[in-house]
């Protein structure tokens, strides 16, 4: 297994260009997230989604755009890129479930990140 | 917002010394696990813990969730320089993982 795949793993954008960061897991997981890392402030929480079909916000949403339409792939896209969105991206996955329907403590498996920077 | 202090945010020890890492909350998480980040890679799972008072051992590390599930610590005994990293709590509530600021540590051969 793969694990979580992340691509590219380093991208530079000019302000107001977009741009489309992915995420691809094999584990079949139901839960993916996308957080960014700027130094000092840890991991925050921009999207996720318990699901197929399923997105939701999180700490971050603004200025980033999720859709999930297949189990394994969860992208993230940058509509008009600013400054601001200078950042690591990290991807992760994890089970929201166990057998029997119960909610697990979503213990995330992390891609390997992105590193954008934005002009 | 919820938040998850970690202290402290730097820690450079010489190899063998002693550590403990806090993260603190004013609010109550069903569980709390810790990571642990190497330099240009994703942050790996070390423990989860989930009950009040819990405490839980991985080798020379020693984890504990606080009475009342609002915070927790990590001790290293005799740390040496592969535990070198950035250790990172991450609180749970409901659906979402919240996580702390992180704290650096360096051990020194």
């Known amino acids: 297994n793969a694990g979580v795949t992340q691509t590219p793993k380093f991208q530079v954008l000019k302000t107001g260009q977009s741009m489309t960061l992915q995420c691809a897991q094999d584990?079949?997981?139901?839960?993916m997230s996308w957080y960014r890392q700027d130094p000092g402030m840890g991991l925050r929480l921009i999207h996720y989604s318990v699901g197929a079909g399923i997105t939701d916000q999180g700490e971050v949403p603004n200025g980033y755009n999720v859709s999930r339409s297949t189990t394994e792939d969860f992208p993230l896209r940058l509509l008009s890129a600013a400054p601001s969105q200078t950042s690591v991206y990290f991807c992760?996955?994890?089970?929201?479930?166990?057998?029997?329907?119960?909610?697990?403590?979503?213990?995330?498996?992390f891609g390997p990140g992105t590193r954008l920077t934005v002009l | 917002t919820q938040l998850l202090e970690q202290s402290p945010q730097f820690l450079s020890i010489q190899e063998g010394e002693n550590l403990t890492v806090y993260c603190n909350s004013s609010?109550?998480?069903?569980?709390l696990q810790w990571y642990r980040q190497e330099p240009g890679e994703g942050p790996v799972l070390l423990v989860t813990v989930v009950t009040g008072g819990e405490v839980k051992k991985l080798k020379r590390l020693t984890f504990q969730f606080g009475d009342a599930r609002k915070d927790s610590s990590l001790h290293i005994t005799a740390a040496q320089p592969g535990d070198t990293g950035l250790y990172l709590c991450?609180?749970?509530?409901?659906?979402?993982?919240?996580f702390g600021t992180g704290t650096r540590l360096q051990v020194f051969p």
């Open positions: 992760a996955s994890s089970y929201s479930k166990g057998r029997w329907g119960l909610r697990r403590y979503n213990e995330q498996f």
């Open positions: 584990m079949n997981h139901e839960y």
């Open positions: 609010s109550v998480f069903s569980s």
């Open positions: 991450a609180g749970l509530n409901t659906d979402k993982l919240i």
